[in-house]
């Protein structure tokens, strides 16, 4: 079950433009951590957002939790060849027993930046 | 420096074969998972446990199987290679709380051919 959609599947663009990547669901979760991941490695935590409506920066990345916790973006501004990657959305069960803590994961959106 | 290392970067096997992909943890994690990445349809979980000689099935567990005998030690297990099982995949481990990071090995490319 596919409970995170993540959009756009693939993004292109010149260095310097901004973008955005969206992680939608109509679930609500506990947490939503986002990951990015290159060529032959495996993904890398870049940001955990817990509490409903939170904003978080990392340098020229934004990342903002909906206030209801079903939904997430993040937002590069002005991109550069080195954001290039594979970013994944992941979503925490809030369940309970053995499903609590459970991470669903987005398909991902592979970003491309042109120098 | 904190590392999940998984026994085989690549591999390439026969239909009916069986095949082990191994996966050590040094940071005391008790909960460990699998994951295959195809192409489109992103991480999907394949088996997870929280804690020794436990495990859970996850979303697409059908024609593997797993063993955690150690703490440190989570493998996944193909009784039977299929094509379609060829695929990338991905151990990965956490300390046990919902918003704990995972922490991912560099992958194993199997090939079933």
């Known amino acids: 079950t596919q409970l995170l959609e993540q959009s756009p599947q693939f993004l292109s663009i010149q260095e310097g433009e901004n973008l955005t990547v969206y992680c939608n669901s109509s679930?609500?979760?506990?947490?939503l951590q986002w990951y990015r991941q290159e060529p032959g490695e495996g993904p890398v935590l870049l940001v955990t957002?817990?509490?409903?409506?939170e904003v978080k920066k990392l340098k020229r990345l934004t990342f903002q939790f909906g206030d209801a916790r079903k939904d997430s973006s993040l937002h590069i501004t002005a991109a550069q060849p080195g954001d290039t990657g594979l970013y994944l959305c992941?979503?925490?069960?809030?369940?309970?027993?053995?499903?609590?803590?459970?991470?669903?994961f987005g398909r991902g959106t592979q970003l491309t930046v042109w120098p | 420096d904190v590392k999940v290392t998984q026994s085989s970067r690549y591999l390439v096997k026969r239909t009916g074969e069986k095949v082990f992909l191994e996966c050590v943890q040094d940071?005391?994690?008790?909960?460990m998972f699998w994951y295959r990445q195809d192409p489109g349809l992103g991480l999907r979980l394949i088996y997870f446990?929280?804690?020794?000689?436990?495990?859970e099935k996850g979303d697409i567990p059908e024609g593997y199987s797993v063993s955690r005998e150690k703490k440190e030690r989570f493998s996944l297990i193909l009784e039977s290679a299929s094509t379609n099982q060829t695929s990338m995949y991905l151990c990965?481990?956490?300390?046990?709380?919902?918003?704990?990071?995972?922490?991912f090995g560099e992958g194993s490319r199997l090939t079933v051919l």
């Open positions: 990965a481990s956490r300390r046990p709380r919902d918003t704990g990071e995972l922490f």
């Open positions: 679930s609500v979760f506990s947490s």
């Open positions: 957002v817990v509490t409903g409506g």
């Open positions: 992941a979503g925490a069960d809030e369940g309970r027993g053995s499903t609590l803590g459970r991470l669903y």
């Open positions: 940071m005391d994690h008790e909960n």
């Open positions: 446990s929280y804690d020794v000689k436990m495990k």
